[in-house]
């Protein structure tokens, strides 16, 4: 079992930048696919990036180029630095962790924190 927090939320003006933070707490490189999700409201959630226990990366479509997943292992951390910030980016966001990348790919996620809001104005 593995619990998240994630952290990093705000409100921000259009074209502004936010990093997100996700503290594991317990070891997840090598073991665990990392992803980092969102869900507005009356919206269903979305996936937004992923990165696999081999290091392979992973981005939809709509957050391609503006956004980026990393990860500290020996800090027990996934970031998801956010750029060029759209109104339309207003959110809560998630980090999950998967055991099965084949699951993750599925988006199926074992584990879940319990969201940073994140606010984009115009």
């Known amino acids: 079992q593995v619990h998240l927090a994630e952290s990093g939320g705000g409100s921000v003006q259009t074209g502004g930048s936010l990093r997100l933070s996700c503290l594991a707490s317990r070891y997840t490189y090598s073991r665990y696919t990392m992803g980092w999700f969102r869900q507005a409201p009356g919206k269903e959630r979305e996936g937004l990036a992923s990165?696999?226990?081999?290091?392979?990366?992973s981005y939809a479509d709509s957050v391609k180029g503006r956004f980026t997943i990393s990860q500290d292992d020996l800090k027990n951390t996934v970031y998801l630095e956010m750029n060029s910030l759209k109104p339309e980016d207003t959110a809560m966001y998630y980090c999950?962790?998967?055991?099965?990348?084949?699951?993750?790919?599925?988006?199926?996620?074992?584990?879940w924190g319990q969201g940073t809001q994140v606010t984009v104005s115009l």
């Open positions: 990165i696999a226990v081999n290091g392979m990366i």
């Open positions: 999950a962790a998967a055991e099965d990348y084949r699951d993750a790919i599925k988006g199926i996620y074992n584990y």
